[in-house]
């Protein structure tokens, strides 16, 4: 009925806290990385406002595939109250249930995959930097 409304009021909330932060970072870190035992390469480390950006990309992408999908199954209409869960009082409380088990599972869910994204990009920043060689 509405559960995608949870992960799509977060979106909201990560989009405004990228733009805030994408606005405060100064320039990125750099880093050496050695590519096949040839020549150094400067790369840049993956500021924090890209990666909250991978979460805000998630929960947009997940919110309107599944409005989508309530539309197609008739559950959003273009008029007023917009979802139909909302025309009347019995729906209501079922459809705020929903908001609130499935909705919050879902932003859970997503948020948590994220974080296992960051895990795995530190890891591999790390790896690259303990790969170079010693500067003597």
Known sequence: MA?????????????????????????????????????????????????????????????SLLAFEHVWHGEIVPWFPFLTAASNPASAAEMLHEMSTAGITMSVLVTAVWGCMLVVSSVIEKRAQKALPTES
Not at 26 to 33: A, H, L, M, R
Not at 41 to 61: D, H, M, Q, T, Y
Request: glycine letters at 8%; aromatic letters at 6%.
């Open 3 to 63: 559960c995608f409304l949870v992960p799509a009021a977060e979106a909201v909330a990560t989009t405004i806290a990228t733009k805030v932060m994408k606005s405060k970072e100064g320039n990125p870190d750099t880093v050496k990385v050695q590519l096949d035992g040839a020549e150094l390469v400067e790369a840049e480390k993956i500021p924090f406002s890209r990666k909250l950006g991978w979460l805000n990309k998630l929960l947009w992408g997940g919110s």
